[in-house]
């Protein structure tokens, strides 16, 4: 059930002066997030096979964006369990409302992830955590330090990151776990071992938990009701505060593009790995890539060969240059 809200939620309308604001977020992001789309449709073979055999790249890359997860959900879980006077103090009775109503504890991907690459990478709990606190990258330093610093100033910016994080998983998301599952079943030789590290059974879900959502619905009830509820606070908001959510969700694409050219770089730093390329696969590869601009063609095929000397060419003279006149499109 959803919490009650302050007499101005369902019983009011939205100001018929302004879209909703899902509408506005897709709207002022709808060109980072296709970027965003390519960059990640084009690098997700990479972790299938042929070209991978193991879970490995995929977990390197679940382990980059697993810190943005934690945070914002570690902040909101800190609001919403504040007591109503330490909320009172806090944060505007307005906002601290529209968060707990927003609130959806089965939407949470914090255990998840953590569960994920406990199984994915063979560690305990205890040593995923520990590489979490200890992950490099000055890129998602600069994204999580932006956060913290916002996030204590405008609480209310976390609605951006549940819409942005929680809508990719409901949309593409699906289509993503399909690929990974497959490559799962067939090449990824996750052990009972490992999945019992993490505390799960040997089932869809083990090493792909987050991509899953509880109940029979597979989360499109979750989706649906959380629609809902971002309906119901809208009202709650003032347009500067609408604003600021905007503006968070372009930021938060701007970052994460900037984590994807930050795992580029970690990928192509590993040792090369053997690679076999049948016709099959080439064609597969390229339905993938077609969509994409020449550079992103040329950058993703140069990272599959995994050749460290033509990917400091990349790096230094075309794919991060449009990353970056891309991205500063975004500011």
Request: aromatic content about 8%; proline content about 5%; overall charge negative.
């Amino acid at each position: 059930m959803a919490d009650s809200l302050p007499a101005s939620s369902r019983s009011r309308s939205v100001l018929v002066t302004s879209d909703p604001l899902p509408k506005r977020i897709a709207a002022a992001t709808r060109s980072a997030h296709t970027h965003l789309n390519h960059l990640l449709v084009a690098r997700l073979p990479l972790a299938l096979p042929p070209s991978a055999h193991s879970s490995e790249i995929y977990a390197i890359g679940l382990q980059r964006f697993a810190p943005v997860y934690l945070a914002f959900e570690a902040a909101w879980s800190e609001i919403v369990d504040l007591q109503p006077l330490e909320a009172s103090q806090a944060t505007d009775h307005r906002i601290f409302s529209a968060l707990k109503h927003l609130y959806m504890p089965e939407l949470m991907r914090t255990q998840s992830l953590r569960n994920d690459l406990s199984c994915l990478m063979q560690q305990s709990l205890v040593e995923v955590d520990d590489q979490l606190e200890r992950l490099g990258g000055q890129q998602l330093h600069l994204f999580l330090e932006r956060f913290d610093q916002v996030c204590a100033r405008k609480p209310h910016i976390l609605l951006a990151y549940a819409w942005v994080m929680y809508m990719a998983l409901f949309n593409g998301g699906r289509w993503i776990r399909a690929q990974l599952l497959e490559a799962r079943n067939s090449s990824w030789n996750l052990s009972p071992d490992a999945a019992s590290r993490g505390t799960l059974t040997v089932d869809q879900t083990q090493g792909l938990m987050f991509w899953h959502f509880p109940g029979v619905e597979d989360g499109e009830d979750l989706k649906n009701e959380f629609k809902a509820r971002l309906n119901d606070i809208e009202d709650l908001l003032d347009d500067e505060q609408k604003k600021d959510i905007i503006e968070e969700a372009r930021s938060i694409f701007k970052h994460c593009t900037l984590l994807v050219g930050e795992l580029d770089e970690i990928v192509a730093a590993r040792p090369p790995q053997p690679h076999t390329l049948s016709s099959t696969w080439s064609n597969s590869w390229m339905k993938h890539l077609l969509p994409l601009g020449i550079a992103d063609v040329v950058h993703a095929l140069l990272l599959w060969m995994g050749t460290s000397r033509w990917y400091a060419w990349i790096v230094k003279h075309g794919q991060h240059h449009d990353d970056a006149k891309n991205t500063d499109r975004m500011q």
